[in-house]
């Protein structure tokens, strides 16, 4: 394998990765019953629709067939491919929904 080759290859490991990413981040917000297009947006706005997200949206499953995705795991992932603008926009509905939880709790 030539360097050319290689080069070409860890782009298209990372592009892969970076799909997963927004899968996982895409599913995580269906499993909250957030919209990842309205969070996203919020986290970059102005930058317009974003194909790989609208690509993962149609790979989600229903919140009830889905795994759990733990919330530090969310933010880890979005924060290892530089994404902290979305990694702190997850993080405020993380606290919204802890809110909400203990005032449930309350009751």
């Not at 930058?47 to 229903?62: D, F, H, I, S, Y």
């Not at 919330?71 to 491919?81: G, H, I, R």
Request: one cysteine or more; charged letters at 30%; hydrophobic letters at 35%.
């Amino acid at each position: 394998m030539d360097k050319q080759e290689r080069e070409k290859q860890v782009i298209e490991n990372y592009q892969n990765e970076e799909k997963m990413m927004i899968l996982i981040y895409a599913q995580w917000c269906v499993n909250h019953d957030i919209d990842p297009v309205a969070l996203y947006e919020q986290a970059y706005p102005g930058q317009g629709r974003n194909p790989a997200l609208e690509e993962a949206m149609e790979l989600t499953v229903p919140r009830k067939e889905s795994d759990q995705i733990a919330d530090a795991t969310m933010l880890e992932v979005l924060q290892l491919f530089g994404n902290d603008d979305l990694a702190f926009a997850v993080q405020g509905e993380i606290e919204k929904q802890g809110q909400k939880g203990s005032r449930s709790n309350e009751n």
